[in-house]
């Protein structure tokens, strides 16, 4: 499990003196905790699922930060938030490429039979969940967007 992986991991950077480690990886295991407590899972924790959702949140996080302190002009603030990216990103699972997001799309609207932007929710649930945590709501959301907006577009072109 995740979890036991992060705690394993903190233990071997105290042991090894690595201070930022240490750092990203107590307020990371924290944030999961936090959110055990709020779905009351103290007892029996969160699933995978759940606490790649808390770590893609705590990148999201970072990453919003990097952008605001280069906006700022906080190149070094900006660099500390990418290095503590760098220490998250190995627990989350490999991003998927654009060809597999498209594929997810293309299988969410034919499933959910969406034909219009107006069908965007029950697309974009049905491809998020095939991608389980593999990709940004970002990525997707875009790319279910021009996909039903091409389907929308050919459906006037034909009744026209």
């Given at each position: ?47 995978d ?7 893609q ?6 990453r ?16 500390k ?14 991003e ?24 965007f929710g ?39």
């Amino acid at each position: 499990m995740i979890k036991e992986k992060l705690e394993s991991d903190l233990k071997s950077a105290l042991k090894a003196g690595e201070a930022t480690r240490v750092s990203v990886l107590r307020l990371v295991i924290t944030a999961v905790r936090n959110k055990e407590i709020e779905k009351q899972k103290k007892d029996t924790g969160l699933s995978d699922d759940e606490v790649i959702a808390v770590l893609q949140a705590e990148v999201r996080k970072r990453r919003d930060a990097v952008e605001q302190f280069r906006k700022g002009g906080r190149e070094e603030l900006a660099k500390k938030e990418e290095s503590e990216i760098g220490i998250i990103q190995p627990y989350l699972p490999a991003e998927a490429s654009d060809e597999d997001i498209d594929r997810a799309v293309r299988d969410a609207v034919a499933q959910t039979r969406a034909l219009t932007p107006a069908d965007f929710g029950k697309a974009m649930k049905a491809a998020m969940a095939t991608l389980k945590g593999r990709a940004s709501g970002d990525r997707v959301s875009d790319r279910v967007k021009t996909r039903l907006a091409e389907l929308s577009a050919r459906q006037e072109a034909l009744g026209a």
